[in-house]
């Protein structure tokens, strides 16, 4: 069975950094495009970065120069560095594994940012 597990969640103070982290197993994890989204009550997720099996990446224009998004093939892993936090990323995160017609999402790990 697919597994798309995130972690390193938490609560962050304006200004701080967190790194999550997402780590999928049994898929070819090196053919998927692995994206991170978020998602507030009342609102529709939405994508805050995606990298391509190639390792091309893209990113909301709301965490451009801030955020990361990276690779870790030999692990089945991608991260998102986050810098620079603020309350408006407050969120749930979600990481999505792509390739062809299979999609598989995580159940997101909770990231809050807050004095």
């Known amino acids: 069975q697919v597994q798309v597990v995130e972690s390193g969640g938490g609560l962050v103070q304006p200004g701080g950094s967190l790194r999550l982290s997402c780590a999928a197993s049994?898929?070819?994890?090196?053919?998927?495009?692995m994206g991170w989204y978020r998602h507030t009550p009342g609102t529709q997720r939405e994508l805050v970065a995606v990298?391509?099996?190639?390792?091309?990446?893209t990113y909301a224009d709301s965490v451009k120069d801030r955020f990361i998004i990276s690779r870790d093939n030999a692990k089945n892993t991608v991260y998102l560095q986050m810098n620079n936090l603020n309350a408006e990323d407050t969120a749930g995160y979600y990481c999505?594994?792509?390739?062809?017609?299979?999609?598989?999402w995580g159940q997101g790990t909770q990231v809050t940012v807050s004095s």
């Open positions: 999505k594994a792509t390739w062809a017609s299979r999609v598989y």
């Open positions: 049994r898929i070819n994890f090196s053919l998927y495009a």
């Open positions: 990298i391509s099996s190639g390792g091309s990446t």
